[in-house]
T-cell receptor, first 117, second 110 residues
């Protein structure tokens, strides 16, 4: 079946512009995660949804970052007034939830590479 | 807090065996994942360990020691296509996110 898809794959923004990054999770996956991956580093957690509820946003680096998942499937990560330090690959992952509530294996999309000039 | 360490780079020869180590200091540790990531691509799931011991899956095996805060990924019969970054990640009892190490870039040479 189809995996996690993300769009756009590449985005170039001028400093100060707003950007919106989209994630389509695997159909039926309840959990959805956003991660930020700097060049040569491991991904870092940004935020987590279970269905439409944003249960954890502790990793969002500033109030310029906002994520939503209004219908419990597609999610959008929005970055306002982009800065050069926002340049990174933004990865989305989705998973089932195990009995007891813990998250099952996360499956990742290809990411959106954001470059802020 | 959490601290996850793995070597930055490793080099191995085609056909050989390589072991990539990962050590962690994580309060409320739940389980440990290994992912493979080719340059410019999505991380892909390799293995999950929650209990002590060795999990074998084809050419890849993963080991966990909870008491030592230690895991390794063992790759046998290396192929050129195994050149990639290997990411160690832990989950905690509280919270569902993955916390990653910095990744180990493996280069397989002929």
């Amino acid at each position: 079946g189809a995996g996690v898809s993300q769009s756009p794959r590449y985005k170039v923004a001028k400093r100060g512009q707003d950007v919106a990054l989209r994630c389509d999770p695997i159909s039926g996956h309840v959990s959805l995660f956003w991660y930020q991956q700097a060049l040569g580093q491991g991904p870092e957690f940004l935020t987590y949804f279970q269905n439409e509820a944003q249960l954890d946003k502790s990793g969002l680096p500033s109030d310029r970052f906002f994520a939503e998942r209004p219908e419990g499937s597609v999610s959008t990560l929005k970055i306002q007034r982009t800065q050069q330090e926002d340049s990174a690959v933004y990865l989305c992952a989705s998973s089932h939830v195990r009995e007891g509530g813990s998250t099952d294996t996360q499956y990742f999309g290809p990411g959106t590479r954001l470059t802020v000039l | 807090g959490q601290n996850i360490d793995q070597p930055t780079e490793m080099t191995a020869t085609e056909g050989a065996i390589v072991q990539i180590n990962c050590t962690y200091q994580t309060s409320g540790f739940n389980g440990l994942f290994w992912y493979q990531q080719h340059a410019g691509e999505a991380p892909t799931f390799l293995s999950y360990n929650v209990l002590d011991g060795l999990e074998e899956k084809g050419r890849f095996s993963s080991f966990l020691s909870r008491s030592k805060g230690y895991s390794y990924l063992l790759l046998k019969e290396l192929q050129m296509k195994d050149s990639a970054s290997y990411l160690c990640a832990v989950t905690r009892n509280a919270g569902n996110m993955l916390t990653f190490g910095g990744g180990t870039r493996l280069m397989v040479k002929p």
